[in-house]
């Protein structure tokens, strides 16, 4: 893409000519910083490599993110469809550390209100079934780095999509963890980076939390479900514990083509308790 037809694009949307400085990446997205020439205002722009992505952070804010509570999120500013970008109000911050209580404890508040958004499902897969096709594919991909009988051991946990017949889709932000949180010089936090936002069940956004900081620090998970004002009951605890199971899995089929050896330790280490 050429980079002046994003600069004028921006210019346009912002409504004074801006200087861009190439921030670096974030997953497979480019990152910017805008500054304004006249103001010295800050924006951050983002660059989506995936159509997909583009269009489901996108959809985030026009949707469901303007109904979250003020001063949670980035300002949003707009698109620019023709360069697949997202640009919003530069948000300062520092990044969470994964034992901070407090911000577990507000990023519960924060998932509470995400989840309680009204939601009309289109999707005519029941959730049982999108789940075990979700099972299919990721054994599928790991078959080369698992051994059959490391298989066999999570499929007691993997095989049960009866877990989700009652379970329904909700507003799910589907990569929620201190990676995705900053904590701003006033104490307060701000949520970034609904790129894989979309309805999934509820189980989904607590996927990131159990598979890291809360396996090492049992304190953050105590702290979290205190904002989010509820626990899991068992059979939704199996249900996190299949899903759980389903990301190492599924991380692990990931690495099988992207030569990843880190991420591929890291999948096995989370799969260490069932295989062993």
Request: charged share 20%; glycine share 8%.
């Amino acid at each position: 893409m050429d980079i002046q037809t994003l600069i004028a694009e921006l210019e346009l949307l912002v409504g004074e000519p801006v200087a861009l400085q190439r921030l670096g990446r974030r997953a497979s997205n480019f990152l910017w910083r805008a500054v304004g020439q006249r103001s010295r205002a800050r924006w951050i722009v983002k660059q989506y490599r995936a159509g997909r992505g583009f269009a489901q952070e996108w959809a985030a804010y026009r949707t469901f993110v303007p109904g979250l509570p003020p001063r949670t999120t980035p300002d949003f500013v707009g698109a620019i469809a023709g360069c697949r970008s997202l640009v919003w109000g530069e948000v300062v911050g520092e990044p969470v550390a994964e034992n901070d209580l407090a911000a577990h404890r507000r990023a519960g508040q924060f998932l509470r209100s995400l989840h309680s958004q009204e939601v009309v499902d289109g999707d005519q897969l029941p959730v049982s079934q999108a789940i075990a096709l979700r099972v299919q594919r990721a054994v599928g991909g790991a078959h080369k780095l698992l051994h059959g009988a490391e298989l066999a051991r999570l499929r007691p946990v993997l095989e049960q999509p009866e877990l989700f017949a009652a379970s329904r889709r909700v507003v799910c932000h589907r990569d929620f963890g201190p990676h995705n949180w900053l904590v701003q010089n006033d104490c307060s936090y701000i949520f970034i980076d609904f790129e894989h936002a979309r309805h999934d069940v509820v189980e989904a956004d607590f996927v990131k939390l159990a598979a890291g900081p809360w396996r090492r620090f049992p304190a953050a998970q105590e702290a979290f479900w205190q904002g989010y004002g509820a626990v899991l009951r068992p059979q939704a605890r199996a249900r996190l514990e299949l899903l759980v199971v389903l990301h190492g899995l599924s991380t692990l089929a990931w690495t099988a083509g992207a030569r990843e050896p880190a991420r591929e330790h890291e999948a096995r280490t989370l799969l260490a308790p069932w295989l062993t």
